[in-house]
């Protein structure tokens, strides 16, 4: 009985190009837990539960707000203060954090 020569399979995967990788940190700690919850409902309750957006700010009809977000990025140097924050509605909290992705991954 005749031996079968093993082969090597083609890869099918491509290797992945380590040169665009970037590592982003945040030097500043994020508050999490019951204290994360106080400052949310504290900010919601500045903001009269109401979007804070530009565009919402302007329209006729207030949008609620159910999210606070830091108006400056941790990332782009923005503080952890009632300051840096806003309550914003889920769609317009949406839109600004694809705005903020793009630019830190680098586009414009």
Do not use: Y
Not at 39 to 52: A, F, K, S, V, Y
Not at 75 to 84: R, T, V
């Amino acid at each position: 009985m005749a031996m079968a020569k093993l082969t090597m399979l083609k890869p099918r995967v491509a290797t992945v190009s380590t040169q665009r990788a970037r590592t982003f940190t945040t030097e500043t700690v994020r508050i999490t837990g019951s204290r994360l919850q106080a400052i949310r409902e504290r900010i919601l309750r500045r903001d009269n539960g109401l979007c804070q957006c530009e565009e919402c700010k302007a329209a006729p009809v207030p949008r609620l707000a159910s999210v606070v977000d830091h108006v400056v990025p941790l990332w782009e140097g923005g503080a952890e203060s009632d300051e840096n924050r806003q309550s914003l509605n889920v769609g317009c909290h949406a839109r600004k954090s694809a705005e903020e992705a793009r630019r830190r991954a680098g586009g414009r």
